[in-house]
């Protein structure tokens, strides 16, 4: 498999878990989601699993109706305030150095 071909499988998985995990924090059905885009269960289904690409028209609607977070999606979004998040993991007790350089 090609490097783009894995990148975008390994995309689309991603953002089926995301979908999946908001769908169930928002108590929505697979047969609801489905319904919002007009299409099958089995498709919807298909595409929590990352096997089935999602439209950035059907995103853009389930982004709004499973009130999702862009950043959840998105990396590197920025939120309105122009703010950049950093998580940063360490084993505890270990320093962690960080540098930031601001542009423009």
């Keep these: 498999m090609s490097t783009v071909a894995s990148r975008l499988l390994q ?9 999946a995990q908001a769908r169930r924090q928002q108590h929505r059905s697979v047969t609801e989601c489905a ?8 498709r919807y289904s298909a595409m929590e699993q990352g096997a089935v690409a999602v439209s950035a028209a059907e995103l853009e609607l389930l982004i709004d109706y499973l009130e999702i977070p862009g950043h ?3 990396e590197g ?18 320093t962690v ?4 350089e601001v542009q423009g």
Excluded: F, Y
């Design 35 to 42: 319904a919002l885009l007009a299409t099958s269960r089995r």
């Design 11 to 19: 995309r689309n998985q991603e953002i089926g878990s995301v979908l």
């Design 77 to 94: 979004e920025r939120s309105p305030s122009g703010v950049h998040h950093l998580v940063v993991q360490a084993p505890p007790g270990k």
């Design 97 to 100: 150095q960080v540098v930031v």
């Design 72 to 74: 959840l999606l998105w």
